[in-house]
């Protein structure tokens, strides 16, 4: 049984083919995937496809590349929403959140600072509600730990982790999990391939970022949940160990992360 703990399955890329996809996912032993939400407008269309596919569930956030266009009223639709969510057995988490300072114009000092009060206040929704965060961390892993430090959600995900070993201790010590995918199974990625290899198993889980980062033997196409077991085989690899002790290990980490995921069994089993 395999768990993916970041997929975008509503995205445009997918077409009509969502359902299918989580389907054809499920056959392969992927009994869950977790689907965030990046504005205020998917909101509710992440929700509707977390119920119609039975190994679907959600988490609802701003995610950091559509901060510039969010507003204040968003944070506080956003609030309300996961009151609403809280009675939701779908619904596990706060995210996508958090910064992005590769993209230029996400890093202009007056967006660094637009980017960073909507994490600190996403955060404290989290917290208020006891919930784990799906952070992106790309290229401000420091940043938002400082955040996450000072405000203390519930633990939460450091979702495509390309940070140092130093790093990835300060997210661990504050109770998150760190997400490997498809980066993982590229061999000129020696860092990620590294810290994959030598981090706790007990603090890795995996995920897709589907129909992004792609993993090397479809890279450039579509990324798709249906990768994960293949992904999944490359951290048994890169660690030396039995694909079914990844498997069972990283699925046990991200239900420890996120204690709302569904108790669901893969159609495979």
Known sequence: MWIDTHCHLDAHEFGNESLPVAQRAGELGVAMIVIPAVEKANFSIVR???HAAPNG???LGIHPIYVPHATEDDLLALREAVAVAMTDPRFVAIGEIGLDFFIP????PAMRAKQEHFL???LKIARDFDLPVLAHVRRSQDIVLKHARQI?????IAHAFNGSFQQ???YIDLGFKLGFGGAMTFTRALQI???ATDLPLSSIVLETDAPDISPAWI???RNSPEQLPRIGAVLAELRGIDLADVAAQTSANARAVMPRLPLMESPHE
């Open 48 to 50: 509707e496809l977390a």
């Open 57 to 59: 569930c959600y988490a």
């Open 105 to 108: 114009m996400l890093a202009e």
């Open 120 to 122: 600190r206040e996403q």
């Open 152 to 156: 203390r959600p519930n633990g939460g």
């Open 168 to 170: 990835a201790q300060g």
């Open 193 to 195: 391939r590294r810290m």
């Open 219 to 221: 890279h450039p196409g």
